[in-house]
């Protein structure tokens, strides 16, 4: 009965909302991707391969959950060739992001369905899954109960239940409850593990496995978008650069009004900055150009003859090369309360990485690298410019720093083959063909 209750009210939020999601999506290109598969219309042609093949279906929400899966997806298609993977996401840069790291992986890339009942069924009936593998923490429950309904076992990787979720599933109770009955949950830390537990997951079926974002390997770098982004910045040898990476609204004018403080001493120093969402770029070059300082954009191309000290860095994917290109990192998300990202991205490059106090899902991440001394923790916008200049001023510090960032990646390394073989292992037991 609780199921078509929720269902009911899926449907009538849907239609009260249908006006302002029609409104974005004029307007908003990432509000029409991927419009029809998301009610269950998927083209036939990329999903002709399935038919009668066994099917491991991984689903990660966006950019970050859809990066920290990829090793495992390479290793289970190494070791699994003849499973066919389909790979679903939420949004469109998570889309984007699986097409160009994963394809060799992906079978079928697909929008991930509303959780209404009708389009869930058709779903789950025409991909058949034999394995549903989600990453980090998206619990549907109309999803969930047709999977439990079809004997397809769900394994949570790299699992984490926020104390915001936590709280949540424990208030509604009522729809959660079962939900969690039975699932794999693989958790990152033992916290999550026992949140989990807590809200219902068997205490046999939460297994600390690690954090998969420590196996995140370095990538492959692109020699032509090096020397075009070095072009862009201008860099010679010895000067210095922040680059601030995934930044939320209220965090570029701290880093510009902080950058202004910093330039008075290090003359030769280079800000970038990335904005988390590409909706935002707009908004965040205005702030930019208000702030007076001179600047140009990654979309621009190449721009040597321009003076500027801001390069705004308006492109998908682009990212970890300038973490590479950096002399200290910011991670955003942090200084404002949006929930943080990946702290360990620029220790892939052995950079000092630099965040703010709210961190949610990443504070385990946060006390690894303190502990180590590859990160500095700063609460406001006068303790980034104290880090900041710190960090500037002492080569042998930044050496130091960003050799212990890397280390962390080093030591808690390991995650991805401890989940696999516990996911192989349950396909086993479930007889499908392995």
Not at 168 to 177: M, T
Not at 412 to 428: D, F, Q, V, W
Request: charge should be positive; proline fraction near 4%.
């Amino acid at each position: 009965m609780m199921q078509y209750i929720y269902d009911i009210f899926l449907h009538l939020s849907l239609l009260l909302l249908l006006p302002y999601f029609f409104l974005k999506m004029l307007f908003k290109g990432k509000y029409r991707s991927g419009m029809a598969e998301r009610f269950g219309f998927i083209e036939n042609k990329k999903l002709e391969g399935l038919s009668g093949r066994d099917v491991a279906w991984f689903h990660a929400v966006s950019v970050g959950e859809a990066r920290a899966v990829m090793p495992l997806l390479k290793l289970f298609r190494a070791n699994h060739p003849d499973i066919k993977i389909v790979f679903s996401t939420v949004t469109r840069t998570g889309n984007n992001v699986a097409n160009k790291e994963g394809a060799p992986f992906i079978d079928a890339l697909i929008y991930f369905p509303l959780d209404l009942l009708w389009v869930v069924k058709r779903e789950v009936r025409r991909i058949h899954p034999s394995v549903f593998i989600v990453v980090e923490k998206e619990f549907w429950p109309n999803f969930f109960r047709t999977l439990k309904k079809n004997s397809v076992p769900i394994i949570v990787v790299n699992g984490t239940v926020s104390e915001r979720s936590f709280l949540r599933y424990r208030r509604f109770s009522f729809i959660f409850g079962e939900l969690f009955k039975g699932i794999t949950f693989l958790a990152r830390t033992g916290e999550d593990a026992e949140r989990a537990i807590a809200i219902g997951v068997d205490r046999q079926k939460a297994i600390v496995t690690g954090n998969l974002k420590f196996d995140m390997r370095e990538p492959i770098m692109d020699k032509e978008k090096i020397q075009s982004l070095l072009a862009l910045f201008g860099i010679r040898p010895g000067e210095l650069i922040i680059v601030a990476g995934s930044t939320h609204q209220g965090e570029e004018k701290i880093l510009l009004d902080t950058f202004k403080r910093l330039k008075s001493e290090f003359a030769t120093l280079q800000l970038v900055i990335a904005p988390r969402h590409p909706e935002r770029f707009g908004e965040v070059e205005a702030i930019i150009s208000a702030s007076g300082i001179p600047y140009i954009k990654r979309s621009a191309g190449p721009k040597k003859e321009i003076p500027h000290d801001v390069v705004l860095l308006d492109t998908i994917g682009e990212l970890v090369f300038a973490y590479s290109l950096s002399t200290v990192a910011f991670v955003g998300g942090t200084l404002v309360d949006a929930g943080g990202h990946n702290l360990l991205e620029p220790a892939f490059f052995g950079k000092p990485v630099i965040y703010g106090p709210y961190l949610k899902s990443y504070l385990y991440m946060a006390e690894l690298l303190e502990k180590r001394g590859g990160g500095f923790r700063v609460k406001d916008s006068a303790a980034l410019f104290d880090a900041f200049k710190k960090i500037l001023s002492d080569h042998n510090l930044r050496e130091k720093t960003g050799k212990n960032a890397k280390t962390v990646l080093e030591e808690n390394r390991g995650a991805t083959e401890k989940s696999l073989s516990i996911i192989e292992g349950i396909i086993k037991r479930h007889n499908r063909r392995i």
